[in-house]
C-alpha cells in the first residue's frame, strides 16, 4: 500500500504540472492566432487595437503560467524566474492601463464600460500577485 501512495502522489503531482504547462501553451496560441486574426480582419483602429492589446495579454498570462515550469526543467535559479514573472507581470500592468486610457474614447457607453472593467480586472489582478511577489522577494 506503500508504494501505491508512492506512485499516486507523483502522478498526481506530474498531472498537475501538466495541466498547468497545457493551459500555459494553450493560451499562448490563443494569443498567437487572436492577434494574427485581429490584425487581419479588424478594420476599425480603436478595436483592432483593444483587441490586440487583450490578445498580447493573453500571451503574457500563458508565458506567464509556462516559463517557470520550462525554466526549472531548463535548471535556472530560482531568481532568474522571479525576475522573469515580474517582467511578465509589470507587462500585464502596462498593457491593461494602455487598453484603459485607448478604452476611454469608444462611443457606446456599454461596449466603454465592460471594456474598461475588462482591463481593470486584468490589471489589479496583475498588480496584486506583483505586490505578492515583492513580499516574496523581501522575505
Known sequence: MFHVMLILISLVFL???GSILLFGLI?????????ATV????????VKYLLFIACCI???VGSFCAIPLICMFLGFSSEIITIISAFIL????ILSI????ISKSI??????VISIVAFSIAGSIAFVIIGSLALVIMM
Open 107 to 112: 462611443g457606446k457607453k456599454i461596449g466603454r
Open 90 to 93: 509589470i507587462s500585464i500592468g
Open 58 to 60: 493573453l500571451l503574457l
Open 15 to 17: 498531472v498537475i504540472i
Open 98 to 101: 494602455v487598453g484603459i486610457i
Open 39 to 46: 490584425t487581419a480582419l479588424i478594420k476599425n483602429k480603436i
Open 27 to 35: 493560451l499562448v496560441m490563443a494569443g498567437i492566432l487572436g492577434g
